[in-house]
C-alpha cells in the first residue's frame, strides 16, 4: 500500500491522499466513495439504490462524515499535518465538546446490532473506523452501545486480516 503524499499516492491522485482505487483505467479517490462503489458492485453491505433503508444508511454516513470524522480530522491537522505556525491547538478542546455531542445522537440511531439493523452496512465500518481514530486522538470513550458495536466489527476476521496488512 501507498504511503500518503508518496509518488505512488501523487500518480493516483494529485492530492497525495490515500485511498485510491484504480477499476478500468479509472481512478476513484475518496475512502467512502470507494466503499459505495464496491459495495454496489458486489451487492453487499448496503442497500439498493432507491430504497428508504439505502437513504437511511446514506444519511448516516453522512452524519458520521459531517459529525465525526470532520472533527477527528480537524484536531489531526492542528495537531501534526498542518505547518506548525499554522497548527491552532486551542481547537481541539472545542473539537472534542461537539464530538462528546454527537455520541448520544449516534448510539440513539442504532436499530439493532448494526445502525441500519441487522445489516452491517457501510456507516458501520466508517464509524467503526472514527471511533478508533478518536480513542487514539485522546477524544472521549463511546458510550456502551457505540463500543459495542465498535468490539463486534473488530473482532470480525476480515478486520483482523487488515490489521495484519503490513
Known amino acids: 500500500p501507498a504511503k500518503p503524499r508518496s509518488d505512488e499516492a ?3 491522485n494529485p492530492s497525495g491522499k490515500i485511498p485510491a482505487l484504480e477499476v478500468e483505467g479509472r481512478t476513484i479517490t475518496d475512502s467512502v466513495a470507494i466503499m459505495t462503489y464496491l459495495a454496489d458492485r458486489h451487492g453487499a453491505l448496503t442497500y439498493g439504490a432507491g430504497t428508504l433503508e439505502r437513504a437511511r444508511q446514506d444519511a448516516l454516513t453522512l452524519m458520521i462524515l459531517d459529525e465525526v470524522e470532520a472533527l477527528v480530522w480537524m484536531a489531526a491537522r492542528h495537531s501534526f499535518v498542518l505547518p506548525e505556525d499554522r497548527r491552532v491547538p486551542e481547537v481541539k478542546n472545542s473539537l472534542k465538546w461537539e464530538y462528546e455531542q454527537v455520541l ?30 478518536a480513542e487514539r486522538a485522546g477524544f472521549a470513550d463511546a458510550p456502551a452501545g457505540l463500543a459495542d458495536l465498535r468490539s463486534r466489527m473488530e473482532a470480525r476476521d476480515a478486520f483482523q486480516r487488515v490489521l495484519a496488512l503490513p
Open 104 to 133: 448520544p445522537r449516534l448510539e440513539a440511531a442504532l436499530e439493532g446490532p448494526f445502525l441500519t439493523g441487522e445489516m452491517m452496512t457501510i456507516p458501520d465500518m466508517l464509524l467503526t473506523h472514527c471511533l478508533s481514530w
Open 10 to 12: 501523487l500518480a493516483a
